[in-house]
């Protein structure tokens, strides 16, 4: 009781420093009542702010993130209060105080938010017909997973969310150590696990039961349900950061192309729930600016213009903000990787891909090449403006292959989702490689634009072609800048299934094809 107390003083004294925009005639609002809502057998931990007026009014309902619980959004609870929202934020089930085990966005997670609904219908000033959801991270999940469940929920904000979890956790078939690890970590001294939790952890990290793992995943992924999504028709924001190193952006991307509701994708500099980070302690930033927008024209009748503006925003890594009516369309263009040099160890890329060449790799040794620390490179950047850097030099040409391309006299506009074809030769059945695109300046310095593992799993070794899809980026090559493509095997961002003492050989007919605009 006393860290909750702690909590509430701490969120609400943040929230009065500087708050966010609130309307010309704020509303009083209650005060912060804390409630226990009921499901089925477990008790959840809720808090209630509205209103004061008599009326009825459109409500919000936040799950808290992975790891946290209802004080999450207390600034923001408070903030829309004002602008004429019942806000009932709850710690879904097995987290801090709510009863029960962790569900991980499963059934009875949806079934607990439909219950946070029906209470909240029950007990305040809520207009049914008026219902919104919305988080960040788990709570974003929760609430995209539970339109599809429940059609009282018209408008749905989802803020460093997920749409595929095979994806986030199998990605091109590599699996995702650190993210992976951090969620377990805070299950463990935040939460009560249970067996089903503990169990699948347990199995992803031997790498046992795949299959079964997978299956669960889907059960918890929004794309399963789009049909169900598309059916019940809320108008859907999603706000992601183009370096979430949980939940990486191509999966987003896709859902969002499928969707037919009402729909708008935010996509920015960033890491896992940085962007959000600033308005859940009472700042005002971008993020919750367009959550108000969305929720204000959804819900609560105002048209704020939101919906007649181009559906995906844009903000580059290292450009001014974009806005494109969908997806932006873009043109491929195809660099082959040259023969590497015996002089400085680095191959041309561009080009039609050339062969008669090959780049045999350590399959167990790690270079200067990565992705860097889950949460932390990424999530510095989002403050200070730069990317991920490398002095290009110190790449270990023994453990890495290196392709340059020649500097353009133009700026290159990379809009979208490059992907690297690998053709391998006398390789082991299962391995990993690493590749990572980069911006490379007259002096050697390299910043990573964007960069993916991908593995195979096969029951024979030889030869073999892989494809990997790199995470979706935003960003333009400056004139006179090489753009460089490094592959190398290992990143401790990830598992790879390289045994030790191995090797892979990357042969000619290799090639990267890079959307541009």
């Known amino acids: 009781m ?36 009921q499901g089925d057998g477990v008790t959840l931990k809720a808090n209630v702010v509205a209103p004061a007026a008599a009326g009825r009014y459109p409500a919000i309902v936040f799950p808290s993130s992975w790891g946290l619980n209802d004080l999450e959004y207390l600034a923001q609870a408070t903030a829309f209060a004002q602008r004429g929202y019942v806000v009932v934020s709850y710690t879904p089930r097995g987290w801090w105080s709510s009863g029960g085990e962790i569900d991980t966005a499963g059934p009875r997670d949806l079934a607990d938010l439909s219950r946070v609904i029906d209470w909240t219908i029950a007990n305040t000033a809520t207009d049914p017909a008026r219902i919104g959801a919305a988080g960040v991270s788990y709570g974003a999940g929760i609430s995209l997973l539970g339109a599809a469940a429940d059609r009282r929920i018209r408008a749905v904000a989802m803020m460093s969310g997920w749409t595929d979890l095979v994806y986030s956790l199998y990605g091109d078939n590599t699996r995702h150590q650190q993210s992976a690890g951090l969620l377990g970590l805070a299950a463990d001294l935040l939460g009560n696990p249970g067996t089903d939790l503990s169990g699948k952890l347990a199995d992803f990290n031997a790498n046992r039961n795949v299959d079964e793992v997978k299956a669960w995943a889907r059960v918890r992924s929004p794309a399963t349900y789009l049909d169900a999504i598309n059916a019940n028709r809320p108008a859907v924001l999603i706000a992601n950061a183009w370096g979430d190193s949980f939940f990486p952006p191509n999966q987003l991307v896709d859902l969002f192309g499928r969707l037919s509701t009402p729909k708008r994708l935010e996509l920015r500099p960033g890491d896992h729930a940085i962007a959000e980070l600033t308005g859940i302690i009472g700042l005002d930033n971008a993020v919750w600016t367009s959550v108000r927008r969305w929720f204000d024209q959804y819900l609560g009748g105002v048209d704020t213009g939101i919906a007649g503006e181009p559906a995906v925003q844009l903000t580059p890594l290292n450009a001014a903000a974009e806005a494109y009516p969908s997806w932006p369309s873009v043109t491929s263009r195809r660099y082959g990787l040259g023969q590497i040099r015996w002089w400085d160890g680095t191959g041309l890329l561009g080009g039609a891909p050339s062969t008669g060449w090959s780049k045999t790799l350590p399959g167990d040794l790690d270079t200067v090449a990565g992705g860097g620390v889950v949460l932390l490179t990424n999530g510095v950047g989002a403050f200070t403006g730069q990317q991920p850097q490398i002095w290009l030099p110190a790449v270990d040409r023994l453990r890495a292959g290196v392709w340059a391309a020649e500097r353009p006299s133009s700026a290159l506009r990379i809009r979208g989702i490059p992907s690297v074809h690998l053709n391998l030769t006398g390789t082991a059945a299962q391995g990993t490689l690493v590749a990572y695109l980069y911006d490379l300046d007259a002096l050697g310095n390299a910043k990573l634009i964007t960069h993916a593992p991908v593995t195979w799993l096969g029951t024979s070794g030889g030869s073999r072609s892989v494809d990997v899809s790199l995470s979706a980026t935003a960003y333009d090559l400056p004139a006179g800048h090489s753009l460089t493509l490094v592959v190398d095997t290992t990143d401790p961002l990830y598992y790879d299934a390289n045994a030790s003492g191995s090797t892979v050989t990357v042969a000619g007919g290799s090639y990267v094809d890079v959307p541009v605009r």
């Open 2 to 37: 006393r860290l909750r107390l702690l909590a509430v003083l701490v969120v609400a004294v943040l929230a009065g420093l500087t708050g966010p925009a609130l309307p010309a005639s704020a509303a009083a609002t209650t005060p912060v009542r804390f409630v226990d809502i």
